[in-house]
């Protein structure tokens, strides 16, 4: 029993930053691989990044990568994505995920919950 719930969405200008956050509830959260996916519309949800219980590891989509940063801090029960060059193309709604495996995974199937998303516009 996970809840996920997404904030820090917004507008921003191109080349602009932008911090993430998903704040969570539940027993095993610890223990949980979280992650972070994107949708934007008339298109299917795509990977981001994801990180391990631990925040040992992570892995990033070669879109972001270099970019974004995913990061955790166990005794708060958060996931932040911190988003820098923001494109245009980083448009999109932006999901947390939660999954209790012990080696975090980049597909949508990999992940059991899932917050109701923040919205992340990048003007041009």
Known sequence: QVQLVESGGGL?????SLRLSCAASGHTFSTYCMAWFRQA???EREFVAAISWSGGTTYY??????RFTISRDNAKKMVYLQMNSLKPEDTARYYCAGSPSLVPGTGKSDYDYWGQGTQVTVSS
């Open 12 to 16: 921003v200008q191109a080349g602009g």
């Open 41 to 43: 519309p008339g298109k």
């Open 61 to 66: 989509a070669d879109s972001v990568k270099g």
